[in-house]
């Protein structure tokens, strides 16, 4: 990876993940960040059971398989330049959310999705 140190994927309760995340899926973040020209934070990578579950990840969570990572982008401009880049390096799965970028390589879910995490909270 030329953008990337796998210590931002870890989990920040048990530092699992070197081992878990897809080396293909990081190549292709690593490809997208090329494209894009900005720098990728890394939110969230690999996640365990209990740190998902801390988070309020789905069970059924790609950062599971090490096969998502969230990226910070809390402008407009860094939203515009992330998904782009995103989709231009062949990703399909991409989540918008206020202040990030989720993406994963999940071949058991659904292909070809862009999806929002805007909803009003009861």
Known sequence: MDHFKISEFLCPCC?????????????MLDTARDIAGVSFIINSGF??????????GSPASSHLKGLAADIKA????????????LIQAGFNRIGIGKNFIHVDLDLDKTASLIWTYYFKKK
């Open 15 to 27: 530092l699992r993940g070197a081992k878990e995340m897809s080396k293909g899926f990081l190549s």
């Open 74 to 85: 809390d402008t407009s401009r860094k939203r515009y330049l992330v998904v782009k880049a």
């Open 47 to 56: 996640r365990c059971t209990r740190h998902n579950k801390e988070v309020g």
